[in-house]
């Protein structure tokens, strides 16, 4: 990680951007620090691994305090980058831990490895991966659990609650799409948006399935999500990837047109001929992708042809195992 990556940013007299580091391809995760006299309100916390940990208390420190001084954790998700310390962080600080009801829900269920281990071999089967594929996958999350700390949410925020810290008043905006529990948070007075992971600068971020909470509509969940940040008056997003940027809406259009673009390729990849899901992702995204990856595009694959699915543009059918996909 360049040295740059590695500073705490001061965004204004209360408030900060700490960049700490992640082993995944996007390299570095924002977490930012909302200051009242001696007290911090954290959102987000990184990963937990030794690493961030000290680089995030040596950011602190740089500013006179540490993590005694955290208050307040607000988690706009709970994926590993962005919820790994709050457990850690807890336990050392006694802060409260504020996140939405459904991020709570799919973090305990996160814990019940046999539960999660049942669900992606039923899943991920069913829609065309191997079965060594899959248990290839339950060994990676297993491992993953070992960079979340384990916690329980103190506070479940509700949409459009008004949250308070010293002199700051901002908004829970519940905007479920990248996960079925996500966050954004919104301050009127300064104008600005963290937006976690549901807008962010140059990349449109991954919809999976949620493979405990079936109902779940990623891709509908996320662009309903886009038109509630849109209504905001935002002149500045704070992501938790990427740099701070705006046009709030001139990004959110890039992103729709991006998925009604993604769709159009996945049903032209559909025909009378049926596919399984890991098929056709294999046609859309190629082959030539690492394990991980593969895993990745057949999820956003999956919940592209669920919407096809619903708006009667395809059809889902039962072949032996598997779920397959044919044109109507």
């Not at 950011?59 to 955290?70: D, M, N, Q, V, Y």
């Not at 966050?183 to 493979?211: A, K, Y």
Request: hydrophobic residues 40%.
């Amino acid at each position: 990680m360049s040295a740059e990556k590695t500073l705490i940013n001061k965004i204004n007299d209360d408030f900060y951007r700490i960049t700490l580091p992640m082993p995944f391809r996007l390299r570095h995760v924002h977490v930012y620090a909302l200051v009242c006299g001696g007290d911090i309100a954290l959102f987000d916390t990184g990963f937990n691994t030794s690493d961030s940990f000290a680089r995030l208390e040596s950011a602190l420190g740089s500013i006179g305090l540490g993590i005694k001084s955290i208050r307040q954790i607000y988690l706009t998700h709970v994926h590993a980058d962005h919820c790994g310390m709050a457990g850690l962080i807890k336990e050392k600080s006694g802060a409260t831990i504020n996140l939405s009801r459904a991020g709570d829900e799919s973090n305990q269920n996160y814990y019940n490895t046999d539960l999660l281990a049942h669900r992606m071999r039923k899943f991920y089967v069913r829609h065309g991966m191997t079965e060594t594929e899959v248990e290839n996958l339950i060994v990676l999350f297993g491992g993953l659990r070992h960079v979340i700390s384990e916690f329980k949410g103190d506070y479940l925020l509700k949409h459009a609650e008004i949250c308070q810290f010293g002199k700051w008043r901002f908004q829970a905006i519940f905007t479920p799409g990248h996960s079925n529990g996500h966050m954004c948070f919104f301050f009127p007075e300064g104008e600005f948006l963290i937006s976690g992971d549901t807008v962010l600068p140059q990349i449109t971020p991954n919809l999976s399935p949620d493979i405990v909470v079936e109902d779940f509509r990623p891709l509908h969940s996320f662009l309903a999500s886009l038109d509630e940040v849109d209504k905001l008056p935002v002149a500045n997003i704070y992501p938790g990837h990427g740099n701070p940027f705006g046009n709030l809406r001139e990004r959110t259009a890039e992103m729709r047109l991006h998925h009604e673009q993604r769709a159009a390729i996945v049903l032209g990849s559909v025909n009378k001929k049926p596919k399984t899901a890991y098929l056709i992702a294999k046609e859309v995204f190629g082959e030539d992708l690492q394990e991980f990856d593969r895993f990745l595009a057949l999820n956003e694959t999956y919940v592209h042809l669920l919407e096809l699915k619903i708006k009667g543009a395809v059809k889902e059918e039962t072949s032996g195992a598997n779920q397959v996909y044919r044109t109507s």
